[in-house]
């Protein structure tokens, strides 16, 4: 056998029969001295290279794999059907493929990742190092979480949080369907994939008080009437002064549909949107705010502005943008968007840069 075999510095995990899975890296290449770049790379494993074919399955009938590297140059179909008989042989195996070819070609990474791949990259990759390393360090017996994936045991609430998408992130969502229970919370998961489960609760995040923030969107609109060139501002309730008409989105509602209806609920005006002004994006600690302004025009002018106080407004105005510095405004985005952006000739790009899917 063309190969060589170091010793391991004795990492491990185990097995869902809670057999213990000692970290054997298995290279399967055109040259042994392929794997010479990968230098002290491989000091935790007891690795094995070959460049045959037969001695490889040999090994791997003889051993428990934790890593298995193939770089052959190998077609796809042949490819395929060996690492197919891999995964099925060693399920808590990592399988990479290094091979430039089917790293740049994007069906047969599909194909690869279809049989039982983990990763595709090449020899000279960097991702290549930090992955073997990932490898060697995860479950080492350390702690007492079972993957829900694979069922390999012997992992801390760090190390699964890095094992599932290091390991399972090709794994079909659909997949999990017969195992719902979060292994670290016991909770059962029935909306999100379980992937994200653990990702997004049982984290570095999580356990250092931080999380995703929340987001709040809201359409605001500079409506101009264009024959006498006023523009349309509401009357705040609390005696706040005046302010842009429009609000926040409601449920499974479109940016566009919100901005229609808040200028109608506060200022009884029905409008047609023409553009877009501005996205403004602003991350307050726990939470975001997402903000488009809207250019308008009303649908018709002789429509008079709402003047029944409701929860909604105490009435609307038009007004020329002269005016409006002498106004008392609830906030600075009647001046900022009407004065200083359109009145300016700013530009208003068109509806069609927000898409709806």
């Known amino acids: 056998m063309a190969g060589l075999t170091k ?31 990968l230098g002290n790379s491989l000091d935790k494993f007891t690795t094995h290279v070959t460049t045959s074919h037969s001695d490889f399955n040999k090994l791997l009938e003889k051993h428990e794999a934790g890593f298995v590297l193939l770089y052959s140059g ?3 179909s042949p490819l395929c059907k060996h690492i197919g008989h891999i995964r099925k042989k060693h399920p808590c195996a990592f399988i990479v493929v290094a091979d430039p070819t089917i790293c740049s070609d994007a069906d047969a990474r599909l194909d690869v990742v279809h049989y039982g791949a983990n990763m595709v990259t090449e020899l000279e990759s960097d991702d290549l190092h930090q992955a073997i390393e990932m490898v060697a360090e995860l479950g080492g017996e350390k702690g007492s979480f079972q993957c829900p994936y694979c069922h390999a045991k012997g992992f801390t609430q760090h190390d699964l949080w890095l094992h599932c998408p290091l390991y399972h992130i090709n794994v079909p969502n659909s997949s999990m369907e017969h195992s719902r229970n979060c292994p670290v919370c016991s909770g059962y998961v029935s909306q999100t994939p379980m992937m994200v489960h653990i990702h997004e609760n049982h984290g570095p995040f999580q356990q250092h008080g931080r999380s995703r923030p929340k987001l709040y969107s809201f359409a605001l609109v500079v409506c101009r009437r264009p024959s006498d060139g006023k523009f349309l501002l509401v009357q705040e309730f609390g005696s706040e002064g005046y302010f842009l008409p429009g609000g926040a989105v409601d449920y499974c509602e479109h940016l566009t549909t919100a901005a229609i209806r808040e200028t109608k609920e506060e200022a009884g005006v029905d409008v047609n949107l023409t553009g877009i002004l501005s996205i403004i994006y602003s991350p307050y600690g726990s939470y975001v705010r997402l903000c488009a302004v809207f250019v308008a025009s009303p649908k018709d002018e002789s429509q008079r502005p709402k003047t029944m106080p409701d929860f909604e407004s105490a009435g609307a105005v038009w007004v020329s943008a002269e005016e409006i510095p002498s106004l008392k405004l609830r906030g600075k985005e009647p001046l900022l968007y009407i004065n200083e952006k359109y009145c300016k000739g700013a530009i208003v790009h068109p509806l069609s840069l927000l898409e709806v899917y």
Request: charged share 30%; with cysteine.
């Open 7 to 37: 010793l391991m510095k004795g990492c491990s995990m185990r097995d869902t029969q809670g057999r213990r899975i000692e970290k054997h890296f298995f290279a399967f290449v055109s040259n042994v001295k392929d794997l010479d770049q």
């Open 74 to 76: 190998s077609n796809r």
